[in-house]
């Protein structure tokens, strides 16, 4: 089975996420198939990208694939993770990629979605960051997706609860642009996409990429930076780390000790 599929009508590309049987979560096969998706957009000059999940889904993507995460020893979210080239793939692609979210988002896919230019979701949709939950030391380019979609004090929130906030709050905060009925989310999806198409695309990708590089211009010291890295070395070495994915895969209350 494909675990996406793709279609072009027009200038518009659309990209769905067809592995509902492990609610879309992001392996390595389904990320790639999105990056080589996004790749071919890019070579037929597409001018606004659509992703999204079936309709009717109740899960738009449960985040990282857990079971590909390693136990511990080892860096679960290092440079080349392949959550870090889709994001990256994603905020470099020339063409707008707008998010229609159907259903909930978990983990890794709310950094998915917010890497995305634009936001649709229905107001049933809930956002909910899990790395704590799990154990999982996030890192640092993957908070600034967060910092770039909402202020601090709110990510502070998403990442040390890891509990869902609605659609209506995350509209509120800034993460979505625009919440709109289930039964009008493709056409209001859609005609904004015909819209987008309808402006000058180079004039577009200029801006796209403006906007990224002011985004990211935020400075780190290598002290600090090389402080982070120290600190999420101690995570994965831990307990705590083996824990959290030893339970998930076991479906069980994870315990923690702080060590």
């Known amino acids: 089975m494909n675990l996406i599929e793709t279609n072009v009508d027009g200038m518009v590309g659309t990209i769905i996420l067809n592995h509902g049987k492990k609610h879309n979560a992001l392996s390595h096969e389904l990320i790639g198939g999105l990056i080589d998706a996004l790749t071919d957009f890019r070579e037929q000059k597409i001018r606004a990208v659509v992703l999204r999940a079936q309709p009717g889904a109740k899960v738009w993507s449960a985040g990282h694939d857990v079971g590909e995460l390693p136990e511990g020893r080892r860096d679960p979210l290092g440079w080349d993770d392949p959550l870090r080239n889709l994001v990256r793939?994603?905020?470099?692609?020339?063409?707008?990629?707008?998010?229609?979210?159907?259903?909930?988002?978990?983990?890794?896919?709310?950094?998915?979605?917010?890497?995305?230019?634009?936001?649709?979701?229905?107001?049933?949709?809930?956002?909910?960051?899990?790395?704590?939950?799990?154990?999982?030391?996030?890192?640092?380019?993957?908070?600034?997706?967060?910092?770039?979609?909402?202020?601090?004090?709110?990510?502070?929130?998403?990442a040390f609860t890891?509990?869902?906030?609605?659609?209506?709050?995350?509209?509120?905060?800034?993460?979505?642009?625009?919440?709109?009925?289930?039964?009008?989310?493709?056409?209001?999806?859609?005609?904004?996409?015909?819209?987008?198409?309808?402006?000058?695309?180079?004039?577009?990708?200029?801006?796209?990429?403006?906007?990224?590089?002011?985004?990211g211009a935020k400075p780190v010291s290598p002290r600090g930076f090389e402080k982070v890295q120290g600190m999420r070395r101690i995570v994965y070495d831990s307990d705590d780390y083996a824990e959290g994915i030893r339970s998930f895969k076991e479906k069980r209350r994870p315990t923690y000790q702080g060590k």
């Not at 707008?98 to 995305?116: K, P, Q, R």
């Not at 995350?170 to 993460?175: D, K, L, N, Q, S």
């Open 89 to 158: 793939t994603i905020e470099s692609h020339p063409a707008p990629v707008i998010a229609m979210i159907e259903g909930t988002v978990w983990g890794g896919a709310v950094e998915t979605m917010l890497a995305c230019d634009i936001v649709i979701s229905t107001p049933e949709a809930t956002f909910a960051f899990t790395p704590a939950r799990l154990g999982v030391p996030y890192n640092m380019s993957g908070m600034m997706t967060f910092m770039s979609a909402a202020g601090l004090r709110i990510v502070k929130e998403l």
């Open 162 to 215: 890891a509990a869902p906030i609605t659609a209506e709050r995350a509209e509120r905060i800034g993460m979505v642009n625009h919440v709109v009925p289930r039964e009008t989310l493709a056409e209001f999806t859609y005609g904004m996409a015909d819209t987008i198409v309808a402006n000058a695309p180079l004039s577009i990708a200029v801006m796209k990429e403006q906007l990224r590089v002011l985004a």
